[in-house]
């Protein structure tokens, strides 16, 4: 098999190098989503007996490394073991599916018809990463309505604060902003997107907030730009204090009375097992202490002190049988 691609290989360089006089159109760029599936076009006139679909090692024009990903030839479709996300068409497009980053490549389609002439012609594809979610998140606010969240502001949260807008693992990059409401844009510092290896960006945007602009009612937004982001998303952070929300406020009361509710019934428990031990030790001691103080009977007094008169008993001189 592997002799047989390098032939076939072989003999489109050769057939190509011969003769190169035949149109072949293709879409210079091409733009999928990861994930998603994408065809490349390839058009010509003339009866094909064998079409050839590269890969190249760069994007923005074709190169010389290229290896052959699918084929037609001579009557036959043919795709290959390690590149099997790809796929020929009847009509002779190439199809990509479950686009990644890295199929983020310039392709060729070289044709050769059967009456040997031949012709090449390349398409650079781009690998849009969508953000998910596709709009911008900031860093503990809670999703209330698909494009607006809620800040909830921390004790723990002095009177000048920040708030992080983010979009994360995409491609290209977004650019980020913060606006009013009304649509001022604030000047912020911008941290730098970073290009990590996986060939996805990261965005973040810091805003600086104070205690008084939430008092007075404002709200803010955090606008991403972007083709990963599919044109421009916005988020709309709003505010929250814990203590004047009636119902946070009224949650934490009712977990406070929960909470001492428990502590007394555990309380009353406790002394209630105290009280009712204390009472049956002192049930037992007196139930220990009765034969005691039990006055004695008639019969035992009398054995008593038959005991008592055996015990002083002092042998006399023997009187008797006279
Ligand atoms: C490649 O295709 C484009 C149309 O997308 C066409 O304008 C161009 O002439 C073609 N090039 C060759 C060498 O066939
Ligand atoms: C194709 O994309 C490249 C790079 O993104 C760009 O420079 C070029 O103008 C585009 N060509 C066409 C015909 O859209
Ligand atoms: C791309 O081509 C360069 C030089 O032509 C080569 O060093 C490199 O290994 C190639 N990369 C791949 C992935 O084929
Ligand atoms: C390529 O597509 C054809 C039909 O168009 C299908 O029969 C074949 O299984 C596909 N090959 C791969 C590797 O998906
Ligand atoms: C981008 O964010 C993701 C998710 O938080 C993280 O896993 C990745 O390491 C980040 N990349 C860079 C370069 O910071
Ligand atoms: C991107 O926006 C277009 C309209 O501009 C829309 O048709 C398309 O569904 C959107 N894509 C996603 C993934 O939201």
């Known amino acids: 098999m592997k002799f047989y691609n390098g032939l076939v290989a072989l003999l489109a360089v050769v057939v190509s190098g011969v003769d190169s006089n035949l149109e072949v159109t293709t879409d210079p760029n091409a733009t999928a989503f990861r994930g998603g599936s994408i065809t ?60 990644q980053i890295e199929d983020e490549e310039t392709y060729s389609c070289e044709v050769v018809l059967k009456d040997d002439a031949s012709g090449k012609n390349n398409t650079d594809l781009t690998v849009i990463a969508l953000a998910n979610p596709l709009h911008p998140v900031v860093s503990g606010c809670i999703m209330t309505k698909p494009r607006e969240c809620v800040y909830e502001v921390q004790g723990a949260d002095t009177e000048i604060f920040a708030l992080r807008c983010r979009v994360e693992q995409v491609r290209p990059a977004v650019s980020l902003s913060w606006t009013t409401r009304r649509d001022v844009e604030i000047e912020t510092p911008t941290i730098p997107v970073t290009d990590p290896k996986d060939g996805l960006f990261n965005a973040t945007r810091d805003l600086t907030v104070s205690r008084t602009e939430i008092e007075n009612g404002e709200s803010f937004v955090c606008q991403a730009s972007g083709d990963s982001v599919n044109g421009t998303s916005k988020l709309v952070v709003t505010f929250k204090y814990p203590s004047e929300g009636g119902l946070s406020g009224g ?33 037992k001691k007196e139930q220990e202490k009765d034969p005691e103080k039990e006055p004695l009977s008639p019969l035992q007094i009398e054995f008593e002190d038959l005991a008592k008169k055996i015990n002083g008993y002092t042998r006399g001189p023997f009187l008797g049988w006279r």
């Open 40 to 99: 490349l076009t390839c058009r010509f006139i003339g009866e094909p007996f064998a079409i050839y679909w590269y890969k190249h090692n760069r994007t923005g024009a074709p190169d010389n490394t290229a290896d052959i990903v699918v084929r037609y030839f001579n009557g036959q479709w043919l795709s290959s073991d390690k590149y099997p996300r790809y796929n020929i068409t009847s009509d002779y497009s190439m199809v990509i599916s479950d686009v």
């Open 251 to 283: 949650g934490k009361a009712g977990i406070v009375i929960f909470v001492l509710i428990v502590v007394a019934i555990g309380i009353g428990i406790g002394i209630g097992f105290f009280l009712w031990r204390r009472k049956e030790e002192e049930k």
